[in-house]
């Protein structure tokens, strides 16, 4: 049986990641240029999951 607040962690934790999602983007958008990492995503999609999750180990999870 699931525990309650399950469901608001859950929520709680995709929250997070969205807004670290954003501030990836902006970072290797002022690192590279405007629109690089939307570029990446298209072009590499494995090589800017693997960025995404280095940033995410490396800056808060």
Known sequence: MPLPCAGAFFMFHQKIRNKMYEIFIE???QIFWEGYAEQLAQDNPAE???EFNEFLNAYCL
Request: charged letters at 0%; glycine letters at 0%.
């Open 27 to 29: 970072l290797m958008n």
């Open 48 to 50: 800017f999951q693997f």
